[in-house]
Structure formats: C-alpha cells, structure tokens
C-alpha cells in the first residue's frame, strides 16, 4: 500500500509546486529521518550540471536583485547633494521592481493572521521561532497580547540556478560595455 | 503507449504557456508548466511563461554562457534572456517571429530575422524561430517529467483563429520539426480562451448560456488582436456551442500601446530640455508598461511620475523623471486605441507611401474598436437573424487593465441600440494563461469527453479558374473563383468538388490561384462565381503540384477534379483526383516561391 501513496505523492510532488513545498516543511518540522521521507530519492529534476555550483546562493540572490531592480546600484550611491525628491524619483522604481522580485521568488507573507493592533492568542506549545514576545511576559503559555508586528515568512524558496565559472562565482554585476 | 497527459501549448507572439492535466483524472486538474530558461548568462530559473524571444550570441558567448540544464555550447538563447537583450542588442534578438510566421510578403524559410539586421549576425527564419521556442518547451518538459516524453503525450497547439491555411502549415512544421507528436491537433486561441472559461464553470455554463445567444471572444494580446463570434445552439435538447465567425489577423496589440505612451513620454522629457539617448528610450519603455495600468485606472492619481533611471552605477543622479498627466495619458491610449465610435465606423485605410519597407504590416489604423464595428457588421447577419454579442470574453494580458475592459462595453453598449448590452461572462478568469489551459482542457474533452465547440474553417475557400476563350493581347484572361471548402467545413470531413474537369499537364509544375472570403458564408462546393466585390475574396499564396509523367501511356495531360479535406487535427488539404484513372495528387502550398 505504501509503495502506492509514495508513487502517488512522487508524481504530485513533481508536478505540484506548492504539494512539494509542503511535503518539504513536513519533512522538517516533523524532523522525519530521511530514510522515512514521504518520497522515493531523488524527486525533483536533477540539477543544472553534476557539478555543485559554486557560487554561494547569496551572490546569486544579489545579482537577481541587481539585474531586475538595479538594488546594489542604489545602496552603493552616497545620498549626499540629492534632494529627497530626486532621490524618491530613483527609490519608487528600484522598490517596486525589488518587490516584484522577492515575491516571485520567495511569496513572502505575514505569520500572523490578525492586523495589527488587534488581539492575538498564542498556542500553548509556543514555538519560539515564531513569536517575539514584549511587555509583561509572565505565567505560562497561551499568551494573549496585541500583535504589534505581523512577521514574515517565505512560501516558497526558488533561487535561479548558477552554472558559471569559479573565476565569475564573485560577479554581481558584468562591466557594460557600448560598442559604437 | 498510451498517453498520460494532455499537454496544452500557446505559442504567443510575446509569451509561450503550456499548460497540463493528467488524463486519468476524474476531472481536468490544470497546472502551469514552470519552464526553466536563462534568465542571465549562466542563470536558470523556472518562469510561468517563456518569452517569445531569440537572442542570437556571439562567438564568446557560445562557450558555455548560454547554456541550459539539457544543452552545451549554444549559440542562442530564447525566453527571458533573450527578451532583456532586445532592448539592449536589437540587431541581435528576434522578437514577433509569429507575425512573421503570416506575413505573405517574404519568404518565410529564408533567415531574414532580425529584419535588416547586419549580415555577420547569422539570422534565422520565422518557422525556424518558432521552432526554437517550441523545442525549449519540449525541452523544459522533458526535464520535469523524464518519464513521459512529449512525443507520447497529447499534445494540444495554439494558433490564431485569424492564421491561414499557410500560416498554420507552417507552424505544424516547425512543431513537428521541435518533436511534438505527429497527431498534435492544432486549435484556435479564442475557442481555447472560451474552453478555460468553460473548465472554471464546471457545467453551470449549462444554466449561464441560453440557445441564441452570442459571445464575443475579444483577445488583445502583445502584438496581435482576434476576434471570434461563439453562437449558443441547441441539438435534440442538448446546448451546443458553434464558433460561427472569425476576424482578420490585426497587428495591433499591447506593445502598440506601450511604445505610443513612451513616445508621448519622450515627447515632456524633450519639452523639459531632456534628451533621452537609445538606452533610455528602451528603458522608458518599460517604465511606460507598468506605469500603463496606474495611469489608466480610474482610481490612480491625477499626476503621476515617469522616471528613467540614471544607467550607469550613478543612479539617483543619472535618473530624469516628468510629471505626466493621467487623464491626458488616458485619452491618449483610450482615443487611439479604443477610441469611441459608432457602429456604422470602418478602419481607416491610409493612402500607402510608394517608400513603404517590406517590414511587418502593421495595422494602418489602431483604432480596435473600429475593427471590432467591421467585424460585428459583417457578421451581423447570421443565419438570418440578428445577432448582437451577449456576453463578451476578454483575453490576452492587455485586458486585464479593467479601465479597457470598461471602454469597450461601453462601445459596445452605445452599439447595442436598445437591445440587452454586451455583458462580461462571469466567473474567474486567467488572462494570462488561458489559451494554454484552455488548450488543455480541449485535448482532456477530446479523449475523456466533454463539451467540444463545432467549428470547422473559419473561411470559405476558392480555386481559380481561367476561363477559356479568344486571348486578347495585354489583357489577362478573365478569372473565375471555384469554391472548394465551404465555410464552416468540419474536421474529418472530405468533399469532392462537383465541377467541369480541369486538364492537368503531366510531368510539369501546375498551379492554381488560390483565395479565402470571410465574407461569403453560403457558397457551396462547386460554386462558381464570375464577379465579387473588392475585398470579398482574398488571394493567398498559389498552389501547386507536380504530377509525374508516365513513360508507358500517350497521354500528355489527364483530366481531374478536385477534393477538398479537413483532417481531424484542424489542417486543410487539397487534392487533385483523376476521373479516368485512378491517380490521386495533392496541392502544397508553394510558400517558398511567393516571395516577391
């Protein structure tokens, strides 16, 4: 029967984005030994070349923020001598396309249901990773307080993948260069 | 082996979809294939859609930069990569390889693309281009589903309802050519809009569509705009759905809208002493597409700011920017695109310089609404009775702008004279994806059953004839037209055109004019006109065949009559059958000498 479910739960997880994410928080939180892991080995489409990149994930998230929302050209540039309008003109442009890119890679969504300022119950068995609490923290959980800050998370984790040379792993950005 | 999935592609002019089910489901569970593409040189990500797009590489670049997950050393790149690098290396990128695909002036087997591109870019042909794209996605599916290579599936392609014969036997070849099974069905974009629109309804549609009533599937889309009338029939109880007329392929789209608002753009800057150079015109066009749907809101602010970011790492200094005004930016897009007409208006045709450039043959007058007035009289009459649109269903990612979708049911209200106004279809719609879905959808109804919209072609079709007679000198012979596919001719049917024999030379080429009317829907096989009206019957590309000689008889030439066929995947075929013996040929398009 299991051979089924996991057959089953093999082809959802390939075709399914979300069913797969889920499967992944599953294996996590619930610290499932691999060996027990819901999937037969190897369910997603292997990767670009055997090679392991060798580019850390971070310089690759950075030069996607460059490349579609020029983010390292604006945290680079000295504010000094540009009035707030110019600088908002330029900030406006390079904030929505950062926003676009973020939730196209990570749908980052608040934690908390709730709006804020509005009351909040925490379960009984507090995950610390989820709650920070402030004010009058005393007696056991559940706590009830206002939500003060609605938290993120990420819904999904899709970096581009690199298949570069070592010498490049370092490129955030390439030299533009105009051929006239 | 049987197939597991039905896999439905839109090949778009600006974007490629491909949706997907599982066959063996209850019911047609769609999902978006993530198509895996270069995002970057040496990057990969997994995206919605594939732009349509091929960037042509340097030597340099062929080294690796450009390569996916399945290939090495390649030469190009389609998709997202290629889309950023038309903006910054035009001559090198290939884009609207599907207008391309149905323009009759050039030769579209020879590498002409990019047009006018200097000659040490090696160019590529538009059904090469189109192969391209359909190859990356048989490519990106095969490495999601290793187990289920496409060839095995089936397969459900997109064209526009507007392509012609040539145009779709085109895109079969270049689909064939990229690896999509033999028996891959070609369907129209706005049947395919209605059959996602159908999949979202379950069957409630049952009790939504009464027997009579009409529903306009208007589709703008990045470079093209089509239009189809869907008739709500009724059969021994049961409700019908009948694509009953189809428009002229528009090229007028998004990308028209976007670029005239950048040009108005421009137009401040300059007023402000700004000069922008061609990397900032390229990069106020994109500004110009998100500020678009801002602008045109009824919601938005009455000023809105248009920057173009500084280019080099000095951004907030290198960046212009100008206050635009919304409304005279909506009247501007609305007046030219959707301008407010009457239903009596025509499209106006522009008197046509002698120094027009071959390039593409973009519509003279933007005016949609214009073309949609044309479209609606022409098909006014339908079956004897009037018939005003009931609903309307919008498609294409243009529309998704509801200030567009609010001006054209005005029009078409304004239009409606009385009668009930064309409404929406209720229910939740994809305008992005569809067609893809919808395609799906089609191919799941096809093998697992389930509501099919009858259709056949959308055009009459014609032969021409030369009439016998005294030749007089400087005067070409008179023409007649032989009609041998009736309009709404149905897939998996043949007919044999009842006519006086025609004598065809053996051993040499033979062809024959060949034209389609969108216009006379009630010639029957046979018919044969001596007159028509400027703009009934259009010629497209001749036919021809070569019959072989035969060695052993006498005869010189054998006496034939036609027989038309629409095979079950949607293509029209013409065959010339011998009456006295039992030989059989078939008429190709001969594409590749039509060019001028």
């Known amino acids: 029967m299991r051979i089924v479910q996991a057959f089953s739960a093999f082809f959802k997880i390939l075709a399914d984005r979300e069913f797969a994410l889920r499967v992944a928080q599953a294996a996590e939180t619930k610290e499932l030994p691999a060996t027990k892991s819901a999937a037969p080995s190897s369910p997603s489409p292997p990767p670009a070349k055997a090679k392991v990149p060798s580019r850390n994930e971070a310089v690759t998230l950075l030069a996607t923020l460059q490349r579609e929302a020029r983010f390292v050209d604006i945290v680079k540039e000295p504010l000094d001598g540009y009035s707030d309008a110019q600088v908002g003109a330029a900030t406006r442009d390079v904030l929505r396309e950062c926003g676009k890119t973020l939730e196209r890679l990570f749908a980052i969504r608040p934690l908390a249901e709730e709006d804020e300022g509005t009351a909040h119950t925490t379960p009984t068995r507090l995950d610390a990773a989820r709650y920070t609490l402030t004010g009058n923290v005393a007696g056991e959980p559940p706590y009830h307080g206002s939500v003060v800050h609605r938290g993120w998370q990420v819904t999904r984790c899709e970096l581009p993948s690199w298949s570069g040379s070592d010498e490049a792993a370092k490129i955030v950005a390439p030299v533009e260069l105009e051929i006239k | ?596």
């Not at chain 2, 998004?254 to 002493?273: C, I, P, R, S, Y």
Request: glycine share 8%; hydrophobic share 40%; charged share 20%.
């Open chain 2, 1 to 596: 082996m049987t197939a597991k999935y039905v896999i439905g592609i839109d090949l778009g002019t600006t974007n490629s979809v491909v949706s997907y089910a599982l066959l063996a489901a209850e019911q047609p569970e769609l999902h978006v294939l993530d198509v895996v593409q270069l995002v970057s040189a040496g990057t990969t990500e997994a995206r919605h859609s594939l732009p349509s797009f091929t960037y042509l590489g340097t030597e340099q670049e062929a080294s690796g930069a450009l390569d996916l997950p399945w290939t090495s050393e390649r030469s190009f790149a389609v998709g997202e990569f290629a889309r950023q690098r038309a903006a910054e290396a035009p001559d090198r990128t290939v884009g609207a390889a599907k207008s391309w695909l149905c323009h009759p002036k050039v030769d579209r087997h020879q590498p002409i693309l990019p047009w006018n591109a200097p000659d040490d870019v090696a160019k590529i042909s538009p059904v090469e281009a189109s192969r391209r794209y359909l190859q990356h996605l048989v490519a990106a599916w095969e490495q999601a589903f290793p187990d289920a290579p496409l060839a095995e599936q089936q397969v459900v392609l997109t064209v526009p309802a507007s392509f012609d014969p040539v145009a779709r036997e085109l895109t079969r070849e270049a689909a064939l050519a990229a690896g999509l099974p033999v028996d891959f069905v070609l369907l129209e974009e706005p049947q395919a809009a209605l059959y996602a629109w159908l999949a979202t309804t379950g069957d409630r549609w049952r009790k939504m569509l009464k027997v009579g009533e009409t529903v306009l599937v208007c589709d703008i889309g990045g470079g093209t705009t089509d239009l189809t009338l869907v008739r709500v029939t009724e059969e021994e109880g049961v409700l019908q759905l009948e694509r009953v007329a189809v428009g002229n392929h528009l090229l007028v789209g998004g990308d028209n809208m976007d670029l005239t608002l950048a040009h108005f753009v421009a137009g401040e800057f300059e007023k402000q002493g700004v000069k922008l150079n061609p990397w900032q015109s390229v990069s106020l066009w994109h500004s110009c597409r998100s500020a678009k749907e801002n602008l045109l809101s009824q919601a938005g602010p009455e000023k809105q700011t248009i920057s173009v970011l500084g280019r080099g790492s000095r951004l907030i200094g290198g960046t212009v920017s100008v206050e635009v005004d919304r409304t005279s930016v909506a009247k501007l897009l609305m007046d030219g695109f959707l301008p407010e007409c009457t239903a009596a208006d025509r499209p106006k045709r522009q008197r046509t310089s002698g120094f027009q450039e071959i390039g593409l043959p973009f519509e003279s007058d933007p005016g949609i609404t214009r073309h949609l007035a044309a479209f609606l009289a022409a098909n006014a009459d339908l079956d004897g009775g009037s018939q005003f649109p009931t609903y309307v269903l919008f498609n294409g990612g243009v529309l998704k702008s509801e200030a567009l979708q609010a001006r054209l049911l005005q029009v078409l209200e304004q239009w409606s004279a009385g009668t009930r106004p064309t409404v929406p279809l209720a229910g939740v719609h994809d305008l992005d994806h569809a067609v893809a879905r919808g395609a799906a959808c089609y191919g799941w109804a096809k093998q697992r059953g389930g509501v099919r919209i009858r259709g056949g072609v959308a055009r009459s079709y014609y032969v021409g004839i030369e009439t016998a007679g005294l030749a007089i000198p400087g005067a070409p012979r008179p023409l007649r037209a032989l009609c041998v596919v009736p309009f709404g001719m149905e897939e998996g049917t043949e007919c044999d055109i009842p006519s006086g024999e025609v004598g065809l030379v053996l051993g040499e080429p033979v062809q024959f004019r060949f034209f389609s009317s969108s216009t006379r829907k009630h010639d029957l096989p046979g018919c044969l006109l001596n007159a028509w009206s400027e703009g009934e019957l259009v010629e497209t590309v001749p036919l021809e065949a070569t019959l072989p000689a035969d060695a052993d008889a006498d005869d010189t030439y054998v006496p034939v009559r036609f027989q038309s066929r629409v095979t079950e995947l949607g293509m029209l075929e013409l065959w010339c059958v011998g009456t006295n013996n039992s030989g059989r040929w078939k008429l190709e398009f001969s594409v590749r000498e039509e060019a001028e």
